[in-house]
């Protein structure tokens, strides 16, 4: 069984910082795709930043220059770390990953993780 697991959220103030954790596990054979999202209440699930084969990472444009995510490969772990944080950053965030298995290494699939909650202050 292939999961993810996020961790990390909480409450915080404006200008504030947190610190995201998603940990893949189970039979990976390779993870293609791993990205951040989040949605607010009434919107859309939005791209936060992605991070293509362990390449350079795209951000949105709203959260250019606050955060950084980072990948390892190694634990299959994608961070996100959040500073100068607003009260509309406030949304859950949720890790994505498109990923294959060990067996099923020529099929790409999509996974989730259960979301964490990120609420700012004002």
């Known amino acids: 069984q292939v999961q993810l697991v996020e961790s990390g959220g909480g409450l915080v103030q404006t200008g504030g910082s947190l610190r995201l954790s998603c940990a893949a596990s189970g039979r990976i054979y390779n993870i293609d795709i791993m990205a951040w999202y989040r949605q607010a209440p009434g919107n859309q699930r939005e791209m936060v930043a992605s991070?293509?084969?362990?390449?350079?990472?795209n951000y949105a444009e709203s959260v250019k220059g606050r955060f950084t995510a980072s990948r390892n490969n190694a634990k299959n772990t994608l961070y996100l770390q959040m500073t100068s944080l607003k009260p509309e950053d406030t949304a859950a965030y949720y890790c994505y990953a498109k990923m294959r298995t060990s067996d099923s290494a020529w099929l790409a699939k999509d996974y989730w993780g259960q979301g964490t909650q990120v609420t700012v202050s004002s």
């Open positions: 991070n293509i084969n362990g390449g350079d990472t």
